[in-house]
Structures are given as structure tokens and as C-alpha cells.
């Protein structure tokens, strides 16, 4: 018996499956009823047998659904190694005849690392049934995180809303293939494309941070974006997700502080009376001005010795 592929959740979600076309079915009729039963099985089977195929010839999708793919590769790496790689990933024919993985990213890249040939589904799908069966599939499999299913929604939405005719086609792609309320793929959509790349990075995925946070983060970049590409810098690396999250909100929230400018006389103030001179200098300047003063007085006397000298002869 042929092995299930999709759950009941893709399924519903890819709509009814495509039948054999009439040509087809009229010359199963034709035959016997045992060789067309056996016929129909072969074909079944074939749309669902695995096979293993080298990962150097699996080429990644334009959509991502991770973040970082390869955060916790070595442990995955380990047990394929030890026990074998346990389910196939599924892929797909393009239209120039490669191969196009749909999801088992990670197990494909631990296959890659390993230099064995990963065991996959291959399926003829097309852009739209590829999208709906990552998203649906990855989220039966994982916990994704608010971030990493926003950028994969404004992912759909940018290949495949290219134009204002398609990009309502897109948003239901988006919808159907995570499963959400479709007045959440538009915000989500805004969040992902508002807050700049290089601050998602920083922060990474931050598991378990729902969307008002994120959205409070979008809303603060919408002020200043130049200033959201700057906080990306200086997110403190050794904090974990949600902590590197609220640092960047902190940041954007914080005034950045400008050092006033102050009049130099304000700083340094100079008195005379008769042959007494007195310098009145901040606390943090004296050190300075006392330097430079000492220099100043050295070159004055050197200069009055070689004027005097020169007056001798």
C-alpha cells in the first residue's frame, strides 16, 4: 500500500487532488479490470515511492521558512549519522528538470554535510502547491516563530504578488498555507517588510514572542529606519531571543543624545591684572590646557634666547 504523504491538514489545504485525464482512463477500460487495478496501483505508488538522490542536486526554494537553517545542524547531523535519516524530504520537478526542495531543508543540508544522498519524495507540483504543502508541513513539524511565518508570508507575497492582479492569489497562498486569519497575512506581511533584514538577524527568531512585540518593534522603525539599521549593531550577542528583542525595542524607545554644544569661552576663561594672568578652565580640560601652556611658555623662552643670541653678534 502506498505510504501517506500529507496529512488531513494539506490535504484540505491543497484542495482536491488532480485525476489521471480521460485519454488515460479509456484505455485502463480497454484492459482488464486486475491489470488496470495493477496499472492504477504502479502509478500510485510512484507518486509516493522515495528514492535517494544526491543533495548537491537539490537546489533551496526561493521562500524560507527558517531564519538560520543551519542553527542546531550538528545535532541532526549526529543522529543521521548514527541512525539513519528516518523521514524523506519532499521535492519537486521544475520546469527546467531540477530538482526543488519543498520542505526538509535541515535534512537536507545534514545529508550535504555528511556527503550521502538524502532519501526524498519527488513530486510534480506547482509554485502555488510547493508554498501551501512548506508552509502546512513545517508547521505540523516545528514551532515556528512569529517572525520567521511573517517573513514567510512577505516571502509568497514577493514571488508570487508580483503584480496588483496576482498579488491577491499571493495572499491566499499565504493564508492557506499557514493557516491563518487572512486580516493577519496583510499585517504580518507589513511587519516582515518593515523592520530592516539586518535587525531580524541580530535578533534572531526569539521563539516564543507573539506579535504585539514584534509589531511595537515594527512601529518603532517605521520612525526611523536609519536608526533601526544602527541598533542592529549593538544588540548584545550573548542575550537569548526575546532578550535581544526587547533590547531593540529599549534602543528605538531611548532618546539618542546629542552633547550640547557650548561656547569655547564658556570653557576657558582667561583674566588679567597687571602682570598676573589667571585661567579659569573645566575640571576636564585642565590637564590639557596645562600641557599646552608649558609647551606654549618653552617655545616662548627658546625663541627669546635666539633672538637675544642673535642680537650679541
Known amino acids: 500500500m502506498a505510504r501517506k504523504v500529507f496529512g488531513d491538514s494539506l490535504k484540505n489545504a491543497m484542495g482536491n487532488a488532480t485525476t489521471p485525464d480521460d485519454s488515460a482512463n479509456l484505455d485502463l477500460k480497454r484492459t482488464s479490470p486486475t491489470v488496470a487495478r495493477a496499472h492504477a496501483s504502479v502509478l500510485e505508488e510512484d507518486k509516493h515511492s522515495t528514492r535517494l538522490i544526491d543533495p548537491s542536486n537539490v537546489r533551496m526554494s526561493a521562500v524560507m521558512d527558517r531564519i538560520d537553517p543551519t542553527y542546531g545542524l550538528e545535532e541532526l547531523i549526529s543522529s543521521i549519522q548514527e541512525h539513519g535519516q528516518k523521514v524523506p524530504v519532499l521535492v ?16 537536507l543540508l545534514a545529508c550535504r554535510e555528511l556527503g550521502r544522498k538524502v532519501r526524498a519524495t519527488v513530486m510534480d507540483m ?10 502546512v508541513e513545517n508547521n505540523a513539524r516545528q514551532d515556528p516563530s512569529f517572525i520567521e511565518r511573517a517573513l514567510f508570508v512577505a516571502g509568497i507575497i514577493r514571488e508570487l ?33 518593515g523592520i530592516p533584514i539586518e535587525l531580524i538577524h541580530a535578533i534572531g527568531p526569539a521563539h516564543g514572542v507573539g506579535r ?23 544588540i548584545p550577542r550573548n542575550l ?9 525595542v529599549t534602543l528605538l524607545t531611548a532618546t539618542k543624545t546629542t ?13 588679567r591684572k597687571g602682570n598676573r594672568i589667571t585661567i579659569d578652565v573645566d ?10 601652556i608649558r ?14 643670541s642673535n642680537e650679541q653678534k
Open 212 to 234: 504585539r512585540v514584534w509589531e511595537k518593534l515594527f512601529r518603532l522603525c517605521e520612525k526611523d529606519i536609519a536608526r533601526a539599521k544602527e541598533v542592529a549593531r549593538d
Open 92 to 107: 519537486r520537478r521544475t520546469e527546467d528538470g531540477a530538482f526543488e526542495i519543498v520542505y526538509g531543508r535541515r535534512r
Open 295 to 308: 609647551k606654549l611658555i618653552g617655545e616662548l623662552l627658546d625663541r627669546g634666547q635666539d633672538i637675544k
Open 259 to 271: 552633547a550640547p554644544k557650548v561656547d569655547p569661552g564658556e570653557r576657558v576663561k582667561i583674566g
Open 283 to 292: 575640571a576636564d580640560l585642565a590637564p590639557r590646557i596645562e600641557d599646552a
Open 161 to 193: 504578488g508580483k503584480t496588483d492582479e496576482t498579488r491577491k492569489n499571493a495572499q491566499t497562498i499565504a493564508f492557506r498555507a499557514l493557516q491563518i486569519d487572512e486580516s493577519l497575512v496583510s499585517r504580518m506581511n507589513r511587519i516582515a517588510n
Open 240 to 248: 537569548s531571543g526575546p532578550g535581544r528583542l526587547e533590547a531593540a
Open 126 to 135: 506547482t509554485d502555488e502547491e510547493a508554498l501551501i504543502a512548506q508552509g
